[in-house]
Nanobody, 128 residues
C-alpha cells in the first residue's frame, strides 16, 4: 500500500489543521494506522493511532483533548484533526500503516518498527 500524507501548513497558536493520509494500491481498511511526528533536531515520536476498524484509538498525552484521529474506509483515508495547535506541535507529520492485528492491551502502536508502510510526511508549522 502507498500512503500520501497531506494537509500540513502554517498556522498561528490556537489554530487548526486537518491532515489526511490517503492510501492507494490496497484498501486501507485492512490496516491500523498511526501518525508520528519529527521536530527539528528531535527523534520521531508517536502522536496517535487508530485500529483497522476505528473502534480503538490511542493518543500521546501531549495531544489528548486537542487532536482527533478518524478514518473513512470507504474513502481509503485516515484523518488527523488538530485543534488548539501550539508551537511545540511544529514538526513533519508522517502516517504509517500496520498490517498486523493489534491485540487488546498491546502497545505495539507506539513503536515505529510496528508499521510496515510509511507516507512521505507533511510539514506543520505553528507560530506564536
Amino acid at each position: 500500500v502507498q500512503l500520501q500524507a497531506s494537509g500540513g501548513g502554517s498556522v498561528q497558536t490556537g489554530g487548526s489543521l486537518r491532515l489526511s493520509c490517503a492510501a492507494s494500491g490496497r484498501t486501507l481498511s485492512s490496516y491500523a494506522v498511526g501518525w508520528f511526528r519529527q521536530a527539528p533536531g528531535k527523534e520521531r515520536e508517536f502522536v496517535v493511532a487508530i485500529s483497522w476498524s476505528g473502534a480503538r484509538t490511542y493518543y500521546a498525552d501531549s495531544v489528548k483533548g486537542r487532536f482527533t484521529i478518524s478514518r473513512d474506509n470507504a474513502k481509503n483515508t485516515v484523518y488527523l484533526q488538530m485543534n488548539s495547535l501550539k508551537p511545540e506541535d511544529t514538526a513533519v507529520y508522517y502516517c504509517a500503516a500496520d498490517q498486523d492485528p493489534w491485540p487488546y492491551g498491546n502497545n505495539r502502536y507506539l513503536f515505529e518498527y510496528t508499521y510496515d508502510y510509511w507516507g512521505q510526511g507533511t510539514q506543520v508549522t505553528v507560530s506564536s
